[in-house]
């Protein structure tokens, strides 16, 4: 009878604490943009915070209303999401990221509500979202940063989407993260292209060269992964390129030949 007693009782208690949790994650976001730091109050629906407290936000430019990313300036919102560190991400690396267009995994708080110091301090408000009404500003509310991903920056912009999978850095390696913000395939590769055909060209050994006003790999020895980063073709060709219409050239021994995409 003691032990049900004390089940029952733990389980009472992992519901009370679980309700206690402000903190607890409502849903999983991936935010993009560039971080930037902040003096100041953060004016925006999202994120707020006391007065002259320097904080890193994540800026981003979004549509307004059903306006396409590439609309006129005048129906573009820049948007400003506080980036609260957690355990997983602390704050010095957000702070390293500083000017970095980066990828961000984790959920939005609310955070506490704000209390004076003092009875005769000012109390600062918020306008509400949804109407001209004012509400106490929250401390510490933002987005808790559970992963951050620092894109492959193509054209001065960070890399696209290829058949589900964009490229990001870690440790000058290249690896693929899906558009959940999930890592899928490690940064392994001193070098890898967009998916193409369910293959991507990935290369060991190769170096960054300067080609005009832009940049391409050269050297090294290269070869083929799948979406799951298995590889499919070995590192051993001195240039390769990507797959179309189930076939690929790459260059071995000096001579190029004609590969057939074997998941085609």
Not at 101 to 117: C, D, K, L, M, R
Not at 136 to 142: D, E, I, L, M, N
Request: proline share 6%.
């Amino acid at each position: 009878m003691k032990s049900i007693w004390i089940v029952i009782l733990a389980v009472l208690f992992c519901f009370s604490g679980s309700a206690l949790y402000s903190d607890k994650p409502q849903r999983s976001e991936l935010r993009q943009g560039i971080v930037v730091e902040r003096s100041g109050s953060v004016m925006s629906v999202e994120a707020w915070q006391a007065d002259s407290d320097p904080f890193y936000v994540l800026e981003t430019v979004e549509a307004a209303g059903n306006a396409a990313p590439q609309s006129n300036p005048s129906e573009l919102n820049t948007v400003r999401v506080l980036l609260r560190p957690s355990s997983k991400v602390i704050a010095e690396k957000i702070r390293r990221l500083k000017g970095s267009y980066i990828f961000a995994t984790g959920y939005y708080t609310e955070g506490q509500e704000y209390v004076p110091s003092h009875p005769g301090e000012v109390y600062p408000v918020e306008t509400s979202p949804d109407s001209s009404e004012s509400r106490p500003r929250r401390r510490g509310a933002g987005f808790v940063v559970q992963t951050v991903i620092v894109p492959f920056m193509f054209d001065n912009g960070p890399d696209g989407f290829s058949q589900g999978l964009a490229r990001f850095v870690e440790n000058n390696k290249i690896g693929f993260f899906n558009q959940a913000g999930v890592m899928t395939i490690r940064a392994r590769f001193d070098f890898a292209l967009p998916f193409s055909e369910r293959l991507a060209v990935f290369c060991t050994g190769c170096r960054k060269v300067q080609d005009g006003e832009h940049y391409r790999y050269t050297g090294g020895r290269w070869g083929y992964i799948d979406l799951t980063g298995k590889v499919i073709f070995a590192a051993r060709y001195q240039e390769a390129e990507p797959f179309q219409n189930g076939h690929a050239r790459a260059k071995l021994n000096g001579k190029w030949i004609s590969l057939t995409n074997p998941l085609h």
